[in-house]
């Protein structure tokens, strides 16, 4: 006659002594769905490590279907299914949705002839189940979230070794989806972080640049910063700021390397620059008190990063505009004339922060209605498919004869946003007599 067992029995070598702890199961529907929920595992694909799980299960009882189920509010879904082709059931009247209910092992061994599963549509129907032996997931925290169940049209004997196979197959699943919500809890902890840094990134790299652009009268202003990266603070940086109540400081500089010590540096030129500009009339001179501040600041560490910056004084007036400026260790300045034909003008003269004595020189420049005048970090020339170059950048340029400031930043931008290699720093400046409007971007 055919039987029914609740049991999961566990052999013992003869003379020995086993304590098996129960792992405790709860059964508060509300709190298993929550862990069902939690491991993220319903409706994703499939998946290897499980479906050779199955496959072994079947094997074990000698059976043509296993299957790895996740049951849910009103289904029962298949993560694996070995030997049936389908992926979800209702979840009542369910064998799996019985299975989770107890803390052991269920096990039919005829459900034609057992109570618990003479109604069921599985056993009654067309698809004729006699046999079914169901191990329940459980979490490490105690909620069945399904079942490693093995399944035949057919009934069979089973013994205390093949339960327990089961039993330990189980538990295998179970650390598959536990290594698998690990991983997407790590993830999910790595997106948050970078999401932290790139707010504090931005933050700070807000702060080492104007909030604003000051509107200047005779003048059509520019500027942009793009960074290489959203997930570090760079050390390019930019200024416009009044000087006199005819001048305009425009700076623009670039520290070595990123991170809290080159945002330090960068600050520290920065607002030196700011400092000496309204103390010292002329640019070389500027530069010279820039230096022995950023040499002080460094207090001989060998490692402290080295700047490069320009800083001009802009007079505009109504017939144009008179820029004398000087460079410390800094790419030349473009000059593109409305004509379209574009100067380089200046020379690059010696880092700050690395020397006692710099060579810095002075350049004049005037620039008539319709003039640019590009400022730029090295990242602008350094970047590019096969790198903009000198060259390259005087090429864009003259294409951007007639175009506004904000039109010519952005172009050139766009040339090199493809493959940017190092952060972007670039104000353009052009002299234009009727419109005193300043863009940012």
């Known amino acids: 006659m055919a039987y029914s067992l609740l049991v999961r029995p566990t052999p013992e070598p003869a003379g020995s002594v086993s304590v098996t702890v129960p792992r405790p199961v709860h059964h508060d529907e509300p709190r298993r769905l929550a862990a069902v929920r939690r491991y993220g595992v319903l409706d994703t694909p499939p998946d290897g490590a499980f479906d050779n799980l199955a496959a072994i299960a079947a094997r074990v009882f000698d059976v043509p279907i296993a299957i790895v189920s996740i049951v849910d509010t009103d289904r029962i879904w298949f993560k694996a299914h070995h030997g049936l082709d389908v992926e979800e059931i209702d979840r009542e009247p369910g064998l799996c949705a019985s299975a989770i209910m107890t803390d052991e092992t269920w096990v039919v061994t005829d459900a034609a002839v057992d109570v618990r599963t003479l109604a069921n549509p599985l056993v009654a129907g067309d698809f004729g189940l006699r046999f079914y032996v169901g ?39 179970v650390q598959q989806l536990d290594l698998r919500l690990e991983a997407r809890q790590l993830v999910h902890a790595y997106e948050t972080r970078l999401h932290e840094v790139q707010h504090l990134a931005d933050a700070l ?47 623009i500089g670039d520290v ?13 030129a920065r607002y030196s620059l700011r400092a000496a500009a309204t103390q010292q009339s002329a640019p070389a001179a500027t530069l010279e008190v820039v230096n022995q501040t950023l040499l002080r600041d460094a207090d001989g560490a060998a490692d402290a990063p080295f700047v490069t910056a320009l800083f001009a004084r802009v007079s ?25 034909e574009v100067e380089t003008v200046g020379t690059p003269g010696t880092l700050l922060g690395v020397f006692e004595d710099i060579d810095v020189t002075e350049t004049h420049v005037h620039l008539d209605g ?66 005193t409007h300043v863009h940012g971007v």
């Open 256 to 268: 070595c390397g990123k991170g809290p010590k080159a945002a330090s540096r960068t600050s520290a």
């Open 370 to 435: 319709g003039d640019l005048l590009l400022l730029y970090t090295d990242g602008l020339t350094d970047s590019g498919t096969l790198r903009l170059e000198h060259e390259g950048l005087v090429a864009i340029l003259r294409e951007c004869a007639g175009l506004s400031p904000v039109a010519v930043v952005d172009r050139l931008r766009t040339a090199v946003e493809s493959a940017q290699r190092d952060d972007i720093a670039m104000v353009a400046v052009r002299s234009d007599a009727t419109v």
């Open 316 to 340: 505009p007036h109504p017939d144009g505009t008179d820029i004398v400026f000087a460079a410390a260790g800094h790419p030349s300045p473009l000059v593109l004339r409305e004509s379209g």
């Open 135 to 173: 191990q329940p997931l459980t979490t490490r925290d105690g909620y069945n979230l399904g079942t490693l169940c093995v399944l035949d049209r057919e009934p069979h004997e089973v013994s205390g070794e093949q339960t327990q196979m089961l039993a330990d197959l189980a538990e295998l699943v």
């Open 205 to 251: 790299q807000r702060s080492l640049l104007p909030p604003t652009m000051p509107v200047v009268p005779f003048l059509n202003i520019a500027a942009s910063y793009n960074p290489a990266s959203k997930y570090e603070v760079g050390g390019d940086f930019y200024d416009v700021f009044p000087v006199d109540s005819s001048s305009w400081g425009v700076i």
